[in-house]
């Protein structure tokens, strides 16, 4: 856990959320493990494993999610709230023993695979739900906030009684248009 961020936060669990700003140390170990499956070339993937440890930061504000990581070549994703589109944890059997799993935050952006993942973590539960309910919008109490339709009626059924009259004119004018037609093919002689 690092700093906490200058914000006013709704709940305990997520002032802890956002004073998230590294990943936990068990990461690290994971990293090391996996990285002894290549038996004599361990140390060809531990030790970008290892970089990536050590300049791995996370930042929650109210806006939204950022990753930041690299030495030679640094990476930084920010998304947004509004941009989440699906959230899934995700973990196998070494990361489960050791308390971790991976938060993968996917968007609208085509791809099957997630545009950020949040890794190293163990409160992944937490920064799930936190995700959840930045994602939808949720006030705290657990209130949904209100939606513009309902913070103005009148404008909301006033446009739905205009698309009603348009698609009204709509319907006539079609009506109308294959009456025209129908005429004119019953009225043109038909060739033998």
Same mark, same amino acid.
């Given at each position: 856990?690092?700093? $906490?961020?200058?914000?006013?936060?709704?709940?305990?669990?997520?002032?802890?959320? +956002? $004073? &998230?700003?590294?990943?936990?140390?068990?990461?690290?170990?994971?990293?090391?493990?996996?990285?002894?499956?290549?038996?004599?070339? #361990?140390?060809?993937?531990?030790?970008?494993?290892? #970089?990536?440890?050590?300049?791995?930061?996370?930042? #929650?504000?109210?806006?939204?999610?950022?990753?930041?990581?690299?030495? +030679?070549?640094?990476?930084?994703?920010?998304?947004?709230?509004?941009?989440?589109?699906? &959230?899934?944890?995700?973990?196998?059997?070494?990361?489960?023993?050791?308390?971790?799993?991976?938060?993968?935050?996917?968007?609208?952006?085509?791809?099957?695979?997630?545009? +950020?993942?949040?890794?190293?973590?163990?409160?992944?539960?937490?920064?799930?739900?936190?995700?959840?309910?930045?994602?939808?919008? &949720?006030?705290?109490?657990?209130?949904?906030?209100?939606?513009?339709?309902?913070?103005?009626?009148?404008?909301?059924?006033?446009?739905?009684?205009?698309?009603?009259?348009?698609?009204?004119?709509?319907?006539?004018?079609?009506? $109308?248009?294959?009456?025209?037609?129908?005429?004119?093919?019953?009225?043109?002689?038909?060739?033998?």
């Amino acid at each position: 856990m690092g700093y $906490a961020h200058a914000m006013d936060p709704a709940s305990p669990r997520d002032a802890s959320v +956002l $004073a &998230i700003d590294r990943p936990h140390s068990n990461l690290l170990f994971y990293y090391a493990l996996s990285s002894l499956v290549l038996g004599p070339a #361990f140390f060809i993937a531990l030790i970008p494993r290892f #970089f990536r440890y050590e300049t791995l930061h996370y930042h #929650f504000d109210d806006e939204g999610v950022s990753a930041r990581w690299g030495i +030679l070549f640094r990476k930084e994703i920010h998304l947004t709230y509004a941009r989440i589109q699906d &959230i899934h944890l995700r973990s196998n059997f070494v990361e489960r023993w050791l308390r971790l799993a991976r938060v993968e935050i996917q968007t609208a952006s085509g791809s099957a695979k997630a545009e +950020l993942t949040v890794e190293g973590l163990l409160e992944y539960e937490a920064v799930r739900d936190f995700l959840y309910s930045k994602m939808r919008g &949720i006030a705290s109490g657990g209130a949904r906030a209100a939606p513009a339709e309902t913070a103005r009626p009148d404008a909301a059924s006033s446009e739905g009684a205009d698309l009603a009259g348009t698609l009204g004119e709509i319907a006539a004018e079609l009506r $109308a248009i294959r009456a025209a037609v129908e005429r004119r093919s019953q009225s043109e002689p038909r060739d033998a």
